[in-house]
């Protein structure tokens, strides 16, 4: 398995059908979302600016200390519920906090802060690391956009039914597992690249 991933609980499948007509309404859902957004945008530029320091340290190092290691992490996990809230993972709406683990929708970090790759430092200095996920960027792309679907249809099959399918549920988690993984890579929270997959 990698050794970063999201997990979700669909559970019996049922979810609100309020939040779900908020979701088709001209996008209210993300709309209530916005503090989260803003939060994760900022924490989300920190974080990209801490990883690139820790670029310099990881090529002089070898190693990636606690602080380079945890700040990512703890922003991918604010983002990771964020996320989850607004694709119907959930209907709690999300916590505001650096740290939780008590919510349904979380990111998996099986690694630790340690020894990693200088050549890997050196490559995210000079803009190579991002570079070589282009592969996954340009798949990702039709990816996400077929799990936008996927999230609008679940939406209104949750309208009718008040259950989110279980196939969009998989294909969505997929999604977001894929996306959360490649960024975590251009963080150094693993050196072990991405996989091409929607699975575990």
């Known amino acids: 398995m990698y050794p970063i991933g999201v997990r979700a609980q669909l559970g019996d499948g049922q979810r609100s059908r ?66 989850g809230w607004l694709v119907s993972f959930d209907d709690a709406y999300p916590p505001f906090e650096w740290e939780n683990d008590s919510y349904s929708t979380q990111l998996t970090v099986n690694e630790q802060p340690g020894p990693r790759s200088r050549l890997l430092g050196v490559l995210g200095i000079v803009g190579l690391k991002g570079l070589a996920l282009l592969p996954h960027i340009l798949v990702l792309m039709f990816v996400g956009l077929a799990a936008g679907i996927a999230i609008w249809v679940g939406y209104v099959a949750i309208l009718f039914t008040g259950k989110l399918p279980e196939g969009i549920y998989n294909f969505t988690l997929g999604a977001v597992r894929w996306g959360n993984r490649l960024t975590a890579w251009a963080y150094s929270l693993t050196d072990e690249y991405p996989p091409f997959s929607l699975s575990t």
Do not use: N, Q
Request: cysteine-free.
């Open 18 to 83: 309020g939040l779900a007509a908020t979701g088709l309404l001209l996008f209210l859902k993300a709309l209530l979302l916005f503090p989260h957004l803003v939060i994760v945008a900022v924490l989300s530029y920190a974080a990209g600016l801490i990883a690139w320091i820790g670029y310099w340290v990881i090529a002089i190092t070898g190693s990636i200390p606690d602080f380079f290691f945890t700040f990512p992490t703890r922003t991918l996990e604010w983002s990771v519920r964020a996320t």
